[in-house]
């Protein structure tokens, strides 16, 4: 158990998140998820209240082809993602 959770703890330090002019790349300790800008559908924030608040930033493809994208809220430049997501996509959180 204690090694699953160094795990978690070091990908969320060792993960960055690229956006370009084509993709969203999310890279750390588990292969590279990337979403090309045309293929996404929306995101939803995901709010949690287990140990304490957390929040995530979930981007979602608009195909199977590509796999979803989940940025946590104590991911360096988190809020700039988020508004930079919030302005160019739909909340799909009631879709």
């Known amino acids: 158990m204690a090694g699953l959770l160094t795990a978690i703890i070091v990908d969320n330090v060792k993960s960055k998140v690229i956006i370009n002019q084509r993709k969203v790349s999310k890279y750390g300790l588990r292969p590279v998820r990337q979403i090309p800008l045309d293929k996404i559908k929306g995101y939803k924030i995901k709010k949690s209240?287990?140990?304490?608040?957390?929040?995530?930033?979930?981007?979602?493809?608009?195909?199977?082809?590509?796999?979803?994208?989940?940025?946590?809220?104590?991911?360096?430049?988190?809020?700039?993602?988020?508004?930079?997501?919030?302005?160019?996509?739909?909340?799909?959180?009631?879709?």
């Open 49 to 95: 209240y287990y140990q304490g608040y957390n929040k995530s930033l979930i981007l979602y493809p608009d195909t199977k082809e590509f796999k979803v994208i989940r940025i946590s809220h104590n991911f360096k430049g988190f809020d700039r993602i988020q508004e930079w997501v919030q302005k160019n996509y739909p909340d799909i959180t009631e879709a």
